[in-house]
C-alpha cells in the first residue's frame, strides 16, 4: 500500500475518533440530558467503532497482500485488538449495565461508570498504537528516502 494512502487512512481514523470522542461528546452532553446524549453517543461510538474496525482491517490487508508486513505493523494489530474488544465486548456490556437498576449494575465490582474508564483506556490504547505506527512508518519512510538519495 502507498505510504501516503496509509497515512492518509490513519489520520482518517484519528480524526474520526477525535471528533466523536473530544468534539462531539461535550457538546452533546453540554446541551442535552445526560441520559439522551448518552444514548446518541451510544451510536455515534458504536458507528465509529466499525468504521474504525473497517479502515484498521482494510490498512492491514493491503499491508498483508503488499508482503510488507514488519514490526511496526504490530502497533496496527494491537489497535484493531483494541477496537474490537471495545465494539464486541465492553459496549454491549456497558448498555446491559445501563438497563439494570443501580443497585444491581455492577459486574466484577465496576458499574457503568469504571467500566466507562476502562473503554476509555481501550480507546487511548488505540489511540497511542496509531500514532506509534504512524511515528514508525514515517521514521522509516525518511529513512528509505535518505538511503536513495546517497
Known amino acids: 500500500m502507498p505510504f501516503i494512502l496509509q497515512q492518509q487512512l490513519a489520520a482518517a481514523w484519528l480524526?474520526?475518533?477525535w471528533v466523536i470522542g473530544y468534539g462531539v461528546a461535550p457538546v452533546l452532553f453540554s446541551h442535552l440530558d445526560a441520559e439522551v446524549a448518552g444514548e446518541i453517543m451510544a451510536v455515534l461510538l458504536s458507528t465509529t467503532y466499525w468504521l474504525d474496525g473497517a479502515?484498521?482491517?482494510l490498512m492491514g490487508g493491503m499491508i498483508c497482500l503488499?508482503?510488507?508486513w514488519t514490526r511496526r505493523e504490530g502497533w496496527?494489530?494491537?489497535a484493531f485488538v483494541a477496537v474490537v474488544l471495545n465494539l464486541a465486548w465492553l459496549s454491549p456490556l456497558m448498555a446491559e449495565?445501563?438497563?439494570l437498576p443501580l443497585?444491581?449494575?455492577k459486574l466484577l465490582s465496576m458499574g457503568f461508570s469504571a467500566w466507562h474508564g476502562?473503554?476509555?483506556l481501550v480507546f487511548l490504547v488505540a489511540w497511542v498504537a496509531i500514532l506509534l505506527w504512524m511515528f514508525f512508518s514515517i521514521r522509516a519512510y525518511q529513512t528509505g528516502l535518505s538511503t536513495l538519495h546517497k
Open 103 to 105: 443497585a444491581d449494575a
Open 97 to 99: 449495565l445501563k438497563q
Open 66 to 68: 503488499s508482503g510488507k
Open 76 to 78: 496496527l494489530l494491537l
Open 55 to 57: 479502515i484498521l482491517g
Open 118 to 120: 476502562v473503554s476509555q
Open 15 to 17: 480524526t474520526l475518533n
